[in-house]
T-cell receptor
């Protein structure tokens, strides 16, 4: 059974701080890693994807992947109240269904 | 380019009834997947269709079925509704399949009474 684990939170950070969201996965054959943001009552929205070990930056967001440790993280710099949402980590292994974690709820306090 | 659209957005049914949900993918996307999201179980994969064929199936009972039309639009059907089927049903599309980034529609919120 492929599993993706996330701390459910809530993770509370002050405005302007760095939010660090973490995710571990069980399938060593996993190839693609995605971070989705989901506002309450809305559908998931893709933030970033990463395929290779290391860091990938996009604006205020940085995804970090460590395949040896089966660990992927998302850093949000200069956190804003509008970043308050649930962040879903998703993993797949080629042409197989995405396996989602249950999400981490982030609250950015103004 | 228009995003993934789903209809209806909200639905209330009673136990034992059946329901059909519709999804129109992003233009040019041929792969359509369906997911169920509940507070307890999170997002779970139902099935994927590509070129009118079901390619992948999740671990859901046979009451959950789907189909895809030649224009890539997809429908999912749930028969003999149970209270536990109350959930947000999400459709996602991609150009070729599950190995690509999935783009989600707004979802259909189903409440079974």
């Amino acid at each position: 059974q492929k599993e993706v684990e996330q701390n459910s939170g809530p993770l509370s950070v002050p405005e302007g701080a760095i939010a660090s969201l973490n995710c571990t996965y069980s399938d060593r054959g996993s190839q693609s890693f995605f971070w989705y943001r989901q506002y309450s009552g809305k559908s998931p929205e893709l933030i970033m994807f990463i395929y290779s070990n290391g860091d990938k930056e996009d604006g205020r967001f940085t995804a970090q992947l460590n395949k040896a440790s089966q660990y992927v993280s998302l850093l949000i710099r200069d956190s804003q109240p509008s970043d308050s949402a649930t962040y879903l980590c998703a993993v797949n292994s080629g042409n197989t269904p995405l396996v989602f974690g249950k999400g981490t709820r982030l609250s950015v306090i103004a | 380019k228009a995003g993934v659209t789903q209809t209806p957005r909200y639905l209330i049914k009673t136990r034992g009834q059946q329901v059909t949900l519709s999804c129109s993918p992003i233009s040019g996307h041929r792969s359509v997947s369906w997911y169920q999201q509940t507070p307890g179980q999170g997002l779970q994969f139902l099935f994927e269709y590509f070129s009118e064929t079901q390619r992948n199936k999740g671990n859901f009972p046979g009451r959950f079925s789907g189909r895809q039309f030649s224009n890539s639009r997809s429908e999912m059907n749930v028969s003999t509704l149970e209270l536990g089927d109350s959930a947000l049903y999400l459709c996602a599309s991609s150009v070729q399949g599950l190995e690509e980034t999935q783009y989600f529609g707004p979802g259909t919120r189903l409440l079974v009474l």
